[in-house]
């Protein structure tokens, strides 16, 4: 695609439930990052994807966040039972291999506004 | 670990020069990177510095000095849409650190 695209782009859920969200990245980006960004504050590292290496799950901030990205393209990031401090923007990123990344930038996505309740 | 430090308001009117200044402290340096996002928007990338000095692209330009840990954002001839937050970030290419951003407010 022309850029990169996330699914859906405002999401409410009930406390306690899961939620998925989706990553669309630009064709051919072997990289491809999750971020989140929480109301007026930076972005905070979640994990990080190149190629069919393991990911970098560093950031996730608990063991109730996970993600997959399959066939090097399409993520998700799946938040189970969800909880109110959850609630934040999270952004997907990619680019065309770390190298690039890094050097010429992420390309982001518009992000999905998660508001749990 | 990794800290960055920006101003969380400037305010400044069209046609005028302002400076973004970021400092940061990290274990491994790679390079300083900024960003640009508007409200409701994704953050747009604006430059990279991995050695110091001044890289200039168009109006905006950015520096970086290693020995300071210091860099900065210079928007030149400021309009109207260049109010957003701008974002300065270091790390890696696997990952970046993102400093809490400054709100650029213009004014005509």
């Known amino acids: 695609g022309a850029g990169v695209s996330q699914s859906p782009s405002n999401k409410v859920t009930e406390k306690g439930k899961d939620v998925e969200l989706r990553c669309d990245p630009i064709?051919?980006?072997?990289?491809l990052y999750w971020y989140r960004q929480s109301l007026g504050q930076g972005l905070e590292f979640l994990i990080y994807?190149?190629?069919?290496?393991?990911?970098?799950k560093s950031g996730l901030p608990s063991d109730r966040f996970s993600a997959e990205r399959t066939g090097g393209s399409v993520s998700t990031l799946t938040i189970q039972r969800t909880q109110q401090e959850d609630s934040a923007v999270y952004l997907c990123?990619?680019?065309?291999?770390?190298?690039?990344?890094?050097?010429?930038?992420?390309?982001f996505g518009s992000g999905t506004r998660l508001t749990v309740v | 670990g990794q800290s960055l430090e920006q101003p969380s308001e400037v305010t400044a009117v069209e046609g005028a020069i302002v400076q973004i200044n970021c400092t940061y402290q990290?274990?491994?340096?790679?390079?300083l990177s900024w960003y640009q996002q508007h409200d409701g928007g994704a953050p747009t990338f604006l430059s990279y510095?991995?050695?110091?000095g001044l890289e200039e692209t168009g109006r905006f330009s950015s520096f970086l000095s290693r020995s300071d840990s210091y860099g900065y954002l210079l928007l030149q001839e400021l309009q109207m849409k260049d109010s957003a937050s701008y974002f300065c970030?270091?790390?890696?290419?696997?990952?970046?650190?993102f400093g809490s951003g400054t709100q650029l407010t213009v004014l005509p």
């Open positions: 970030a270091v790390g890696s290419a696997r990952q970046l650190t």
């Open positions: 990123a990619s680019s065309l291999d770390p190298g690039q990344g890094e050097v010429d930038g992420y390309t």
């Open positions: 990290t274990s491994g340096f790679y390079g």
């Open positions: 510095n991995a050695l110091d």
């Open positions: 064709s051919g980006h072997t990289a």
């Open positions: 994807f190149q190629g069919n290496s393991a990911p970098d």
